[in-house]
């Protein structure tokens, strides 16, 4: 594998176990910044080689947090200016070179040597250029101009688009959050490599894009492996830019579960005669999720979700993980406090988390980050999001459920409103046309219009309350749970949806963690603080034990695995450290986080 990876590279593994190519490149590290408050960049062609930026920023961490070398501030920057040098490899010769980013919020434009190589729009995705005809001789010069307005009709998720902290908002990131690299690529490139698991046919679809029309002579080989020992393999000629690709697997089927994990390597490979033009190394869960009857099912088996709310901050990176290890840490800690999955609140995570909850047998529910106006950019922004999201992490088994909408955020009159309501009804069916193979709920909390799960919130203080208010499924869908109406007027739904109480809880401890203001915010959670672990348990116990006992009710999310900023009502403290006798919770939780 091409790699410049040492110690002192930050985020330096490979960012997409799912999507790896042995020619790897990683350009993380101290690159040229500087703000553009007056936007003269672009007038005086700050893009141009040879202009030193003034600043350092160490990539791939945005300037509001610690580990980029400037923040933490919450003020607010719209125009910031990237650049580095490098060179290519020696083993980059002859071939094509593709720049890659993992995330950049929220719009960009990249130049090489001062050429403009491509833009891209959309803080949560993934993006590639070919630079090869830009690029020269010894060093090159890579410089981005990145905008990011605090615009209410893009996708933000939980960042907050004004200065300080406001609820349950927190400070935005800016610029790029994931890692930067180069990999090099033959005359053709596979582009997607999505994987549709067959369970009862003990065998795959394999759907293929590759980035040019194909000459002839081209081939696609696909070589399927278990733990080492080749278990499928096909040879067929690439006849255009897509291909399908039915693959039987043999030996026994060997399925997907938090129980048992288990993980099949599938390689991807372009052929032309005896010589390989490109390969790309990808992985996949044989698993099927589905529902039907008010349960879901995994492998055909119903499934109790014990889910916990995730915001995935980390006090000096906020949105970008610090390291792998934290990543991997997190999994293990959710698995740890008793949980079986957990719902990855108003982000689309650094894909090595899902990595790691595919290895390590965790349920993931993907959820895209909020708009908060509701307009035609907004509709855009969601869509383009949602699809950006199911593309990236289509081949993770680990993930079963697609959140396009949390709360009303953004279709805050969807109770009365036509359009709001076919908005819902559009984003529903663009998961369900997407991705036929994991279900969706599609504005999980209340105010539902169609949707594979009733999900609803409900932080009821303590079990009585909260067995009042589901007292039974015919009330909670006709009425609601508490304030909110569980679907919108004239909603379709059958019965066939799995009801889930998907937020509750949210327990936060006087004396343990932040106290008093953050960011000029006093510090919450729901209801009163307890003040200490007996108080904890009893108020956890009691909630828990009510929801539990609904007979209808196929899971739950407890609210939320850590504090983040001024919300204090997480299991663990920013950095990591239990509020909690983690055994005590996990024992009243229902025992170990990966039994199914």
Not at 25 to 41: C, K, R, S
Not at 262 to 282: C, K, M, P
Not at 330 to 337: C, G, I, P, Q
Request: hydrophobic fraction near 35%.
């Amino acid at each position: 594998m091409s790699s410049n990876v040492a110690s002192s590279i930050p985020r330096p593994e490979h960012p997409r176990p799912d999507f790896m190519r042995d020619t790897f490149y990683n350009l993380n590290g101290v690159w040229q910044f500087a703000f553009d408050d007056e936007n003269a960049g672009l007038r005086e062609r700050w893009q141009r080689p040879g202009r030193d930026l003034g600043g350092r920023i160490t990539v791939p961490f945005a300037y509001q947090t610690a580990l980029s070398g400037i923040g933490p501030t919450d003020e607010i920057h719209t125009l910031l200016w990237y650049r580095r040098a490098f060179r290519l490899p020696p083993e980059f010769a002859g071939r094509r070179v593709l720049l890659r980013f993992g995330a950049v919020d929220d719009s960009c434009r990249v130049y090489v040597n001062g050429e403009l190589v491509g833009e891209h729009r959309g803080g949560y995705a993934p993006f590639c250029f070919d630079i090869t005809q830009s690029l020269v001789e010894g060093d090159n010069d890579l410089c981005l101009r990145v905008e990011d307005v605090p615009d209410r009709s893009r996708p933000r998720g939980k960042q907050y688009w004004d200065r300080g902290v406001m609820g349950c908002w927190y400070t935005p990131v800016s610029g790029i959050w994931q890692t930067v690299y180069l990999e090099a690529v033959g005359s053709h490139a596979v582009t997607r490599a999505h994987v549709i698991p067959d369970v009862e046919g003990n065998a795959i679809t394999a759907r293929v894009d590759i980035d040019r029309v194909p000459e002839p002579g081209l081939a696609l080989r696909l070589v399927a492996s278990f733990a080492g020992e080749r278990c499928g393999e096909a040879l067929v000629p690439m006849t255009g830019r897509r291909a399908g690709v039915r693959l039987a697997l043999r030996g026994p089927a060997r399925l997907w579960s938090p129980a048992a994990p288990n993980l099949y390597d599938l390689e991807v490979s372009l052929i032309r005669g005896d010589g390989v033009v490109d390969r790309v190394r990808t992985y996949f869960g044989l698993r099927k999720v589905e529902v039907a009857g008010g349960e879901v099912l995994l492998n055909g088996a119903p499934l109790y979700q014990r889910l916990v709310l995730d915001q995935g901050y980390w006090p000096d990176s906020l949105l970008t993980p610090p390291s792998d290890d934290a990543l991997r840490l997190d999994v293990e800690r959710t698995l740890a406090f008793g949980f079986n999955g957990a719902r990855k609140h108003q982000k689309v995570e650094d894909p090595r988390y899902y990595y790691w909850a595919d290895r390590l047998g965790l349920l993931v529910w993907g959820e895209v980050p909020s708009a908060y106006d509701f307009d035609g950019d907004a509709l855009r922004g969601l869509s383009d999001a949602l699809l950006d999201f199911i593309d990236r992490d289509f081949n993770h088994p680990s993930v079963i459920c697609w959140v396009p909408l949390n709360e009303s955020w953004g279709v805050q009159d969807i109770m009365n409103a036509p359009r709001q309501q076919a908005a819902a009804r559009m984003l529903y069916q663009l998961t369900k046309a997407a991705d036929g193979t994991r279900l969706c709920s599609s504005n999980d909390g209340w105010e539902q219009v169609e949707t594979d799960i009733c999900a609803l919130h409900d932080y009821a203080a303590d079990g009585a309350t909260m067995a009042e208010h589901f007292i039974t499924r015919r009330k909670v869908e006709d009425m609601g749970c508490d304030e909110k109406r569980c679907y919108v007027p004239g909603a379709r739904h059958t019965g066939e949806e799995a009801f889930l109480v998907t937020e509750y809880g949210g327990i936060a401890f006087s004396g343990i963690g932040a106290q008093g203001e953050v960011g000029g915010m006093a510090t919450w959670g729901y209801h009163d603080k307890v003040d200490s672990e007996a108080a904890f348990f009893a108020r956890y116990q009691s909630v828990t034990d009510a929801i539990r006992a609904l007979p209808y009710c196929r899971g739950y999310c407890y609210t939320q695995l850590t504090d983040v900023m001024q919300e204090i009502n997480g299991l663990m403290t920013p950095d990591r450290v239990a509020k909690v006798d983690v055994e005590r919770f996990r024992e009243i939780n229902g025992g170990a986080g990966n039994r199914q």
